[in-house]
């Protein structure tokens, strides 16, 4: 009988906490607001240089690769489709419609060795930065040939880019 106030008491606990957790996305999700949504993909993307079954790790605001970017269904880690064509990036991530990342707004590529909650080994990320609603964003792919992706994304963006560890 002594055990439930101090039950009461960690559950009211644990519901503040996740209630402020999803306070504090909600947040995010507004303050990202002004980047607006991913394009949708054009009926030709053109010629076709690779396309993977990977994993998408993140996106993030480059220069702070700790600021995680929420909208557009740009949160959360998942197995992901990437094609990269002559016109861009289409970027099918499980469960969430397909986007376009046009070649114009593609500002390099590179690799890294980690990320908001994921670290790699010896550049195991592949990253792309690109404009997303006038920031520059860098989306972080895991892949099973960093190599060809990386090629391919260096060949598709104007620089060719590093995150050092």
Do not use: C, H
């Given at each position: 009988?002594?055990?439930?106030?101090?039950?009461?008491?960690?559950?009211?606990?644990?519901?503040?906490?996740?209630?402020?957790?999803?306070?504090?996305?909600?947040?995010?999700m507004?303050?990202?607001?002004?980047?607006g949504?991913?394009?949708?993909?054009?009926?030709?993307?053109?010629?076709?240089?690779?396309?993977?079954?990977?994993?998408?790790?993140?996106?993030?605001?480059?220069?702070?690769?700790?600021e995680?970017?929420?909208?557009?269904?740009?949160?959360?880690?998942?197995?992901?489709?990437?094609?990269?064509?002559?016109?861009?990036?289409?970027?099918?991530?499980?469960?969430?419609a397909?986007?376009?990342?046009?070649?114009?707004?593609?500002?390099?590529?590179?690799?890294?060795?980690?990320?908001?909650?994921?670290?790699?080994?010896?550049?195991?990320?592949?990253?792309?930065?690109?404009?997303l609603?006038?920031?520059?964003?860098?989306?972080?792919?895991?892949?099973?040939?960093?190599?060809?992706?990386?090629a391919?994304?260096?060949?598709?963006?104007?620089?060719?880019l590093?995150?050092?560890?």
């Amino acid at each position: 009988m002594d055990r439930l106030p101090i039950a009461i008491v960690i559950s009211v606990a644990v519901g503040i906490v996740f209630w402020l957790l999803a306070r504090s996305w909600r947040a995010r999700m507004r303050r990202q607001a002004e980047l607006g949504m991913l394009a949708a993909p054009p009926a030709e993307i053109g010629a076709i240089a690779l396309t993977e079954d990977l994993l998408y790790v993140a996106t993030t605001r480059a220069g702070a690769p700790l600021e995680r970017i929420v909208v557009a269904g740009l949160g959360f880690r998942a197995r992901a489709v990437v094609t990269v064509a002559a016109t861009g990036i289409l970027l099918q991530l499980a469960g969430e419609a397909p986007a376009f990342i046009p070649k114009a707004d593609v500002r390099g590529a590179g690799r890294a060795t980690w990320t908001i909650d994921r670290a790699v080994n010896t550049d195991g990320l592949v990253f792309v930065r690109w404009i997303l609603g006038g920031a520059e964003v860098d989306s972080y792919l895991r892949s099973a040939d960093p190599d060809a992706l990386g090629a391919a994304l260096t060949a598709l963006a104007p620089a060719a880019l590093r995150k050092d560890s």
